[in-house]
């Protein structure tokens, strides 16, 4: 028998599962099932796991896999959802988290000076499990300024598209239209300072109105030759 925390949790991850083909993160599992913190998050994923309903995949972040539901979880789908199921047109299946998709490469990105992120055709297999939800791309990093981040000369960068982000996060800043570069973005007075992950080099300071947001650092991809 499950908890109502534990069938509340196993079917967000499910529907989740279903939907979009990543699981959930901690976070979202947090605030869906109204939780005060993510460690009760992990002790319903532990419980679930024990009992054999879910079971985490390895050298993956945010994999979970549902292996079986609840005979009365299955069966038990009200009336209005029957209707709802009956009247929505399909949608396009979903991606499973261990596929690869085609995301656009964009060039390269200064982890250094700005340089110009260049626009062209070129696209990059990434797996589906690093992305979250959005739309999102590529840029090749170029330069060292983010090494005490963790960032390399040569990695792809994976970026989510937006134009808003918090302070401390990783950004793609294009600077007066014309120049792109990787830092942490933090606003300053009615400054932004873009701030480089290396301890030799010092922040870049612009007017907030030369720096627009274009993306925020979702994930990194490297290659070993």
């Keep these: ?59 993956r972040a945010r994999a979970l896999e549902v292996v079986k539901m609840p005979e009365n979880m299955a069966a038990g789908r009200t009336a209005k959802d029957a209707v709802a199921k009956a009247t929505t047109p399909p949608a396009a299946a979903p991606a499973p988290a261990n596929d690869v998709i085609e995301i656009p490469l964009h060039g390269k990105i200064a982890a250094g ?29 170029s330069g060292d300024s983010m ?8 990695d ?29 973005l933090h606003h300053d007075g009615g400054k932004i300072r873009l701030d480089p992950a290396n301890s030799a080099l010092q922040p870049q300071v612009y007017a907030d109105t030369e720096v627009e947001v274009q993306g925020k650092l979702a994930g990194l991809l490297r290659r070993y030759h």
């Design 1 to 59: 028998m499950l908890t109502a925390k534990q069938h509340e949790l196993l079917l967000f991850i499910h529907h989740r599962l279903e939907e979009t083909g990543i699981s959930p993160s901690f976070e979202e599992m947090k605030e869906a099932l109204d939780l005060k913190s993510k460690s009760g998050v992990h002790r319903l994923i532990s419980a679930l796991e024990e009992r054999g309903f879910i079971q985490r995949l390895a050298n």
């Design 113 to 141: 000076q700005p340089i110009e992120a260049l626009e062209d055709s070129r696209s990059l297999p990434v797996p589906a499990a690093l992305l979250g939800s959005g739309d999102h791309y590529a840029l090749e990093v």
């Design 147 to 154: 090494i005490e981040a963790g960032i390399f000369d040569g």
């Design 156 to 184: 792809f960068a994976l970026v989510k598209k937006t134009n808003t982000a918090r302070d401390g996060e990783i950004v793609v800043a294009l600077i007066r239209g014309e120049e792109a570069t990787l830092k942490y």
